[in-house]
């Protein structure tokens, strides 16, 4: 149990540390970032961003929010990349002035 919550605890301090690079920095060069697969899934990103809804908080100042919007709860991977460039999904039927860390 103890050795669980000292993973947990480095964990955090990692992800404190990747919160206080820049963001575009942080993408491509956050350890816990460049550990990440490829192909990963939203349960992936939740290990540090803690829930969609702490997301959507974060974002809540954004108009429109991406994170709370009429589409529901969707896959982090829908607009944003371990690896590659992000693809901000929204403006497949919108046209927001949103700009994507990255692109």
């Given amino acids: 149990m103890k050795v669980k919550t000292i993973l947990s605890f480095a964990a955090t301090l990692l992800c404190a ?12 060069n956050s350890p816990m970032h460049a550990q990440l697969p490829d192909n990963a899934q939203t349960k992936d ?3 540090c961003h803690q829930s969609y809804a702490a997301v959507a908080q974060k974002t809540a100042k954004m108009e429109p929010n991406p994170h709370s919007n009429h589409r529901g ?3 982090c991977t829908n607009c944003h990349s371990v690896k590659g460039k992000p693809h901000f999904e929204c403006n497949d039927c919108h ?3 949103i700009k994507m ?3």
Avoid: V, Y
């Fill in 101 to 103: 860390k990255g692109e």
């Fill in 73 to 75: 709860e969707q896959n």
């Fill in 45 to 47: 990103c939740l290990m």
């Fill in 17 to 28: 540390a990747a919160f206080s690079m820049s963001a575009q920095a942080q993408l491509k």
């Fill in 95 to 97: 046209s927001f002035n």
